[in-house]
């Protein structure tokens, strides 16, 4: 397999209080491949976006990268300076919001915008630029892009800003992308309009993207892999139809086990009781342990370590055993 677009190697991050420091992630790994969709998912609090954000250098301090490795195309970017960090930013690696209102300045026109980004990171001039800001706009769906361009944010609905904001993301044609809940203030229908756009998007551009969101059906829709993630680690981690159809972690099985389908008729779905813990209180050893129906006396010590199991990666003692006896086969 060709070497990934992005390689996040055992990430940390951590948040320095007056009363403590706090660690939002811990750990943290895995590969998007060029033209692959990685879906993040878990509740509130896992880390999802704080991952995305360390990735494409946005955390602000007291947050700050403590630890493991994020690469690109081989290079490593963790460690940049921040005037370095910016070139590389919107050049090579973009980010779609989930709020288009705070993506777009609303004093400046839409094509103003796209020229500056354009003009920003590829050598172009005025009138290359908004040739080029016209295609993009064409790209994404904008109707009557030549006549849309000089309009104001506020003159778009809400899946046309959201449609403007990829735009953007795509004017220097980044390698990765990371798109935070990009559907999340958007109707039903305009949410299956530009999931779609941004899959096709990858898919002919050849980006990687990391897919953060709470929505498992956009997920089920968009991705090829999938990262569950749970306070901060990696919870499970692998191709998209075996974590939706046979998840493995305990905590994956809750989230599976919570979407209603229609093909199986159950008078309650599953519930995952108590919530995610706070940064302050995450408990010894396995983080899920005091929610888990399957808890035995190891994951209240150890914290498990992802292993390798039937193609995905999980991060639970349940499957210690397995491993040990598919090393055993093998010998």
């Not at 811990?26 to 360390?54: C, M, Q, Y």
């Not at 172009?124 to 800001?133: G, H, I, K, L, V």
């Not at 559907?183 to 899959?199: F, P, W, Y």
């Given at each position: 397999m060709s070497e990934p677009v992005i390689s996040v190697r055992n990430l940390q991050v951590e948040f320095v209080t007056r009363r403590a420091t706090l660690r939002a992630i811990d750990g943290v790994s895995f590969d998007i491949h060029k033209g692959e969709v990685l879906g993040v998912v878990g509740e509130s609090g896992a880390g999802k976006s704080v991952t995305g954000a360390a990735i494409i250098g946005l955390i602000e301090p007291p947050g700050r990268?403590?630890?493991?490795?994020?690469?690109?195309?081989g290079r490593r970017i963790d460690n940049l300076s921040p005037e370095e960090m910016r070139k590389v930013r919107g050049r090579k690696v973009a980010m779609i919001f989930q709020d288009p209102l705070t993506s777009l300045n609303p004093l400046f026109r839409v094509g103003?915008?796209?020229?500056?980004?354009?003009?920003t990171h590829l050598q172009m001039n005025e009138r290359q630029a908004r040739d080029r800001a016209v295609e993009l706009l064409t790209e994404v769906g904008i109707p009557?892009?030549?006549?849309?361009?000089?309009g104001y944010p506020h003159e778009f609905s809400g899946g046309m800003r959201q449609r403007v904001v990829i735009a953007l993301a795509l004017c220097a044609e980044p390698d990765f992308i990371v798109a935070d809940e990009p559907t999340t203030a958007l109707d039903v229908s305009v949410q299956a309009q530009i999931i779609s756009l941004i899959k096709k998007l990858g898919?002919?551009?050849?980006?990687?993207?990391m897919l953060?969101?709470?929505?498992?059906?956009v997920i089920a829709e968009t991705a090829d892999r999938v990262a569950v993630m749970y306070a901060g680690r990696l919870a499970e981690i692998g191709p998209v139809r075996d974590v939706v159809q046979r998840p493995m972690h305990p905590y994956?099985?809750?989230?599976?086990?919570?979407?209603?389908?229609?093909?199986?008729?159950?008078?309650?779905l599953v519930q995952i009781p108590g919530s995610m813990p706070r940064l302050s209180s995450i408990p010894r050893g396995c983080a899920f342990n005091p929610r888990c129906a399957d808890v035995f006396a190891r994951c209240h010590v150890d914290q498990p370590l992802p292993l390798s199991v039937q193609g995905r990666q999980?991060?639970?003692?349940?499957?210690e055993n397995e491993?040990?006896?598919?090393?055993?086969?093998?010998r």
């Amino acid at each position: 397999m060709s070497e990934p677009v992005i390689s996040v190697r055992n990430l940390q991050v951590e948040f320095v209080t007056r009363r403590a420091t706090l660690r939002a992630i811990d750990g943290v790994s895995f590969d998007i491949h060029k033209g692959e969709v990685l879906g993040v998912v878990g509740e509130s609090g896992a880390g999802k976006s704080v991952t995305g954000a360390a990735i494409i250098g946005l955390i602000e301090p007291p947050g700050r990268i403590s630890g493991g490795e994020i690469l690109l195309n081989g290079r490593r970017i963790d460690n940049l300076s921040p005037e370095e960090m910016r070139k590389v930013r919107g050049r090579k690696v973009a980010m779609i919001f989930q709020d288009p209102l705070t993506s777009l300045n609303p004093l400046f026109r839409v094509g103003e915008q796209l020229v500056e980004t354009i003009r920003t990171h590829l050598q172009m001039n005025e009138r290359q630029a908004r040739d080029r800001a016209v295609e993009l706009l064409t790209e994404v769906g904008i109707p009557a892009p030549e006549k849309r361009i000089d309009g104001y944010p506020h003159e778009f609905s809400g899946g046309m800003r959201q449609r403007v904001v990829i735009a953007l993301a795509l004017c220097a044609e980044p390698d990765f992308i990371v798109a935070d809940e990009p559907t999340t203030a958007l109707d039903v229908s305009v949410q299956a309009q530009i999931i779609s756009l941004i899959k096709k998007l990858g898919r002919e551009r050849g980006m990687a993207v990391m897919l953060v969101t709470h929505d498992m059906g956009v997920i089920a829709e968009t991705a090829d892999r999938v990262a569950v993630m749970y306070a901060g680690r990696l919870a499970e981690i692998g191709p998209v139809r075996d974590v939706v159809q046979r998840p493995m972690h305990p905590y994956a099985k809750g989230l599976m086990g919570a979407i209603p389908t229609l093909e199986a008729s159950t008078e309650r779905l599953v519930q995952i009781p108590g919530s995610m813990p706070r940064l302050s209180s995450i408990p010894r050893g396995c983080a899920f342990n005091p929610r888990c129906a399957d808890v035995f006396a190891r994951c209240h010590v150890d914290q498990p370590l992802p292993l390798s199991v039937q193609g995905r990666q999980v991060a639970c003692h349940l499957y210690e055993n397995e491993r040990l006896k598919t090393a055993e086969v093998a010998r």
